[in-house]
């Protein structure tokens, strides 16, 4: 088995593969999901964070950017959702995801996070919708704002699932070629493919027909950015917590610590 079958076997699911080197061919690790100490950790965080980010999202807010002195105007103005300051989070745990448990551990988070937020959507509704009791006067605000919710949830499943599996599957297939070399450039790499896709689809289904012209585009191209920039800004941590996890995961070793190498080929499994 060599390491492009060993990538596509984790990228279909069909294997539980913790590394295979043949040759000269580069090492590929992952650990199964169900094995993994730390895997359901680090899938509440991901399912958690995009819950906050999809709520978060109903709020646009806009800064202006100060300009010349004397002239009362602004430089330039920036238009973003809140949710745009968690979701990028998102991204970050998906690399780890990715990377140490492989396509298959990233599939299955990106999975829960659909699941829970189409029930959350469901149960915000319901809630919006129910009549107020006496004396409520928080009815309204509940309804301006949960009632969007419906929305924002079906734009950011139609983004995040598609840009978190290109994420997923970029680095995953950038990681066969590579090893464990080269992991702060397959992690930017990823994230330029997925967000791309995620915030053109997000915003269009979002606030299509909300908010048009120069300023959606400066929405898209704003959040575009800001998302980049801030994984691009976190990497050396999310390198940090990648490795300490690879460390503590007792499935996730070296070939040498797992058995002897022998002449030919080594595959490890969790098997």
Known sequence: MNSNSVV?????????????????????????????????????????????????????????????????????????????????FTYILGDVLSEVYGFRGARRAVLAGFAVSILASILFYLVAIAPPGPGDVNHQAFQAIFGFVPRVVAASLAGYVVGQLLNALVLVKMKGRTGERFLWGRMIASTLVGELVDTVLFCTVAFAGVISGADFWNYVVTGYIYKCGLEIVMSPLSIQVIRLVKHGECSYLPVSDAVPVMSGSVEISDS
């Open 8 to 88: 596509e076997e984790a990228v279909t699911g069909t294997i539980n593969v913790v590394g295979s080197r043949t040759g000269s061919q580069p090492q590929v690790r992952f650990v199964a999901p169900g094995k993994g100490r730390f895997f359901d950790l680090f899938l509440a965080l991901f399912v958690a964070l995009l819950l906050m980010s999809n709520i978060a999202a109903t709020k646009l807010i806009g800064l202006e950017l100060p300009g010349v002195p004397g002239t009362g105007g602004s430089f330039f103005s920036l238009v973003f959702d809140g949710g745009a300051v968690m979701f990028p």
